[in-house]
């Protein structure tokens, strides 16, 4: 098959590699009908992470079933799934729990961006819409694999609840869609920091009551005006580097949880200051499967569209200027069809 | 009067200093019944916190109101009160919250080994009982003051419900009352972390179902055989090392928080395992008096008995050598006596 892959930082390709196959009775292959490009690829791209050269790369995607492991009861052939980028069997300790993140049996998409991929407990992991979704839908589903999940994670560790106000620091995709689940979950104002006007205009659509161009120190103190010296009810984390993370314990007002779920990349948590203002932190890597059957509901009823993040479409074979975009921030979210 | 001061690590003394007086209206001060030292009180001790040479030291302490000022509606003079070592107006938006340690009119105890102590914010402070409770009571009604609260703080922090396993690091006075405050809440499997058969004696008084007395990796392997590999449903981290704070975020299950009340030394939180295990962290400085009422209702009907702590007591006069008693751990917690 073709599928992107990365070789350097920077040298992102579309090109045959093996096809993935059944390893194990519990897998299936995916035939991807849309993947896309994650925040958290960019740092691979950009040299923050190690590399191995030539690795497929992309974690999101849905699609159609193409084939399933001899263990699989609950897919078939033909069926349109959306993947969580984390796979899990949804029946050990951690999955019970709601932590599908750390299930026993985890594991990761690995050619979301390529034209079939590989999906490890498919039983445990997958979840199927009844026959195939119109088109229109595909981009917000395409969100369940991973953005929309993550952010709905985010507002979730940080405690959102009906009333109060949300501060959601980071405008990517991810933050974008804390918005979304900060208002859905009923935050009553809900702040975007954001200084970029066409992600300002998509947080204003997802629910954002405010926005906060500021960063830094003079964000701080537009936050504190807007909570009248209290500091936010509750305080999304969307980014993952350390400046991010030094805003969201400047500005959550004591007792409070600042809900991360950016990768962290050189965070030093304040640990003086979160012991000082009883600051907690809660979240990580989104167990996606937890909130997709919610989610999914959520879609399906039009009630959310968080498809609206995407606004660069490419051909998978074009995954490379799709990166560009994202990297040089000419493009929120990139959808990328094979 | 004549107070506990400290003047140089090692260096504590009985000595004469400025009495209290009301400086604000809404002040009262202390005739101090019973004060005691705090694990907390070691870090300059030890070396390990700046010192003001000569200030008074003590925060923990219990007493009969001696003056208050023209601003106090709730007490008089002659009322036997449990002093908070952090004072609050219990009105301001953070103590309506239930973060009363980060009042806006945040106050301390400063001389809670001394003889007389100042108390700001007597009416949001304060709690009093109906008359001058008996002599049996003092020790359990001083650990109010501080120790068990901030024991009950954490387990309040890491979520500790019916049901489950709690594990407590740190068997200091601190720890020993979390052990307490973990089986109050219902946890079905309280684990303290122990080498000291003294200590070991007091967690299994206060409720430990089990004792592990291996630290580090071993300690960990413990855990992990003792909850059958899932990790503890809450962990309670009551030392405030850089070590105690990597055993809790080692043993705790994913998705579970630890909650830590230890002040803070040196500590390097692992936000990576924090990210990937979903581990979060609450807790910081306890707000005494969100506890109070109800900690007190427990300790007058009998139902704790957290007094157990105290396991010397000396007069006042003799505070250096509590405190000696306290850094070579021969004793668990000191009761000073005027």
């Known amino acids: 098959m073709r599928a992107t892959t990365i070789h350097a930082p920077g040298?992102?390709?579309?090109?045959?590699?093996?096809?993935?196959?059944?390893?194990?009775?519990?897998?299936?292959?995916?035939?991807?009908?849309?993947g896309c490009i994650c925040g958290s690829d960019l740092w691979p791209y950009r040299?923050?992470?190690?590399?191995?050269?030539?690795?497929?790369?992309?974690?999101?995607?849905?699609?159609?079933?193409?084939?399933?492991?001899?263990?699989?009861?609950?897919?078939?052939p033909g069926d349109f799934v959306i993947v969580p980028f984390c796979h899990c069997d949804n029946t050990c300790a951690h999955c019970v729990a709601g932590v599908q993140a750390a299930c026993e049996n985890l594991g990761f998409t690995a050619s979301g961006q390529g034209e079939y991929s590989r999906v490890t407990q498919a039983d445990g992991s997958l979840v199927k819409t009844d026959g195939m979704p119109d088109?229109?839908?595909?981009?917000?589903?395409?969100?369940?694999?991973?953005v929309m999940a993550t952010g709905w994670h985010a507002a979730v560790s940080a405690g959102v609840k009906p009333g109060g106000t949300t501060v959601v620091i980071g405008d990517g995709a991810v933050g974008l869609c804390g918005v979304l689940a900060a208002a859905q979950l009923g935050a009553e104002r809900v702040v975007a920091m954001s200084r970029h006007e066409p992600r300002q205009a998509i947080a204003r659509a997802f629910g954002a009551t405010d926005i906060v161009a500021e960063r830094g120190d003079e964000g701080g103190a537009r936050i504190a005006e807007l909570t009248k010296g209290v500091g936010a009810d509750s305080v999304l984390e969307c980014v993952g580097t350390d400046e991010s993370m030094k805003t969201a314990f400047a500005i959550a007002r004591p007792g409070s949880t600042v809900g991360f779920v950016g990768v962290p990349h050189g965070v030093e948590l304040p640990v003086r200051r979160m012991f000082q203002k009883n600051v907690g932190l809660a979240g990580g890597m989104a167990g996606v499967r937890r909130y997709l059957p919610d989610l999914l509901e959520r879609v399906l009823s039009g009630s959310i569209d968080p498809g609206k993040v995407f606004d660069l479409t490419?051909?998978?074979?074009?995954?490379?200027?799709?990166?560009?975009?994202?990297?040089?921030?000419?493009?929120?979210?990139v959808l990328l069809q094979p």
Not at 48 to 69: K, L, M
Not at 314 to 333: C, T, V
């Open 314 to 333: 490419l051909p998978m074979a074009q995954s490379a200027e799709g990166y560009r975009a994202m990297d040089e921030r000419r493009a929120i979210k």
């Open 135 to 146: 088109a229109s839908l595909i981009p917000s589903l395409l969100t369940l694999s991973d």
């Open 47 to 76: 040299g923050a992470n190690d590399i191995d050269a030539g690795s497929t790369i992309g974690h999101e995607c849905v699609g159609v079933i193409e084939e399933v492991g001899s263990a699989v009861k609950d897919f078939k």
């Open 11 to 34: 040298d992102i390709r579309f090109e045959e590699v093996p096809d993935p196959v059944i390893e194990e009775p519990t897998d299936a292959i995916v035939k991807v009908v849309a």
